[in-house]
């Protein structure tokens, strides 16, 4: 099949990797166009705008950085829904509030097109492996059209309802993850003086009723930050303060408060503050300890 692709970051490139390796050609745009070009070496073929993507291929991903974005790169001037795309696929798997994609859902079905979210569970490596977990939002027909796509990219898929169940689900995911840096921080602060190998400390919780399967997966990147080293970043901290912003204000749209959400949001921009915003996000759990230790 041919796939366009627009948004090029970490899980953007990812996904144009993953599918080029499922035998699938690809078309990118990117709103940096070094990234876009960076790819035309491997095969895939450079848009000269959303628009002109649109109209090349049979199916559109798309995954960009917030709200804002997803707007520019559809509904802008040269945006993918800008000329005649009745009867086109559009799978948008950015993580925003789950108001950002029924908006879009309806601008897409207005222009007689066929709409998809799907925010997904995993980063970069399980991105890269096809691992992901799919959490899809929009009508049983145009799921079901989205699936052998989706299905390149996912371990599982799972079809929630209606475009923005998937993205109400994804935050629901992602927010005890979330938590758990600044938990880990701050259980570690218990038993840092004792000065044992972190990454020992992180295999033993990993083993306990106390380890989620976050530190299965992340747990040695984990490890480093302990240990006081930096790992190479897959998901940032700037881009976690974003996905705890939106979670702490869909709880408020819904009427509830999210305490223990707002805690750690309030650490972790203290982080930011102190350097740490382009810093892998699992390097939060290293940042209480650091600021606490006499």
């Not at 990797?17 to 499922?22: F, K, Q, Y």
């Amino acid at each position: 099949m041919r796939i366009g692709i627009v948004g090029l970051g970490a899980m953007g490139k990812a996904f144009a990797d993953r599918l080029a390796e499922c035998g699938h050609e690809l078309v990118v745009w990117n709103r940096t166009r070094a990234k876009a070009e960076a790819l035309a070496g491997s095969g895939a073929e450079v848009a000269e705008t959303p628009a002109a993507l649109a109209g090349a291929v049979e199916a559109v991903i798309s995954i960009v950085t917030d709200s804002e974005a997803v707007e520019a790169v559809y509904r802008g001037p040269e945006g993918l829904l800008s000329g005649d795309v009745a009867g086109q696929l559009f799978i948008e798997m950015s993580t925003v509030p789950p108001a950002t994609q029924m908006r879009l859902s309806e601008a897409v079905g207005a222009k007689g097109a066929a709409f998809v979210e799907c925010a997904v569970s995993g980063s970069v490596g399980p991105a890269r492996q096809g691992r992901l977990i799919g959490l899809a939002g929009g009508s049983a027909e145009a799921v079901a059209r989205a699936r052998p796509i989706l299905d390149c990219l996912c371990r599982r898929v799972e079809h929630i309802g209606p475009a923005g169940s998937g993205a109400s689900v994804k935050l629901t995911v992602n927010l005890p993850l979330m938590l758990y840096f600044q938990a880990l921080g701050e259980a570690y602060a218990l038993s840092r003086h004792l000065g044992v190998d972190t990454a020992w400390l992180i295999d033993l919780l990993a083993d306990t009723t106390g380890g989620p399967n976050l530190l299965k997966a992340r747990g040695p990147a984990i490890a480093t930050a302990l240990a006081g080293e930096e790992p190479p970043p897959s998901f940032t901290v700037e881009t976690l303060l974003k996905d705890l912003r939106t979670m702490i204000g869909e709880a408020d749209r819904l009427g509830y408060g999210l305490p223990l959400a707002e805690s750690a949001l309030a650490v972790y921009e203290d982080a930011a503050r102190s350097g740490w915003a382009g810093r892998d996000a699992g390097t939060l759990a290293a940042y209480w300890p650091s600021i606490t230790r006499s």
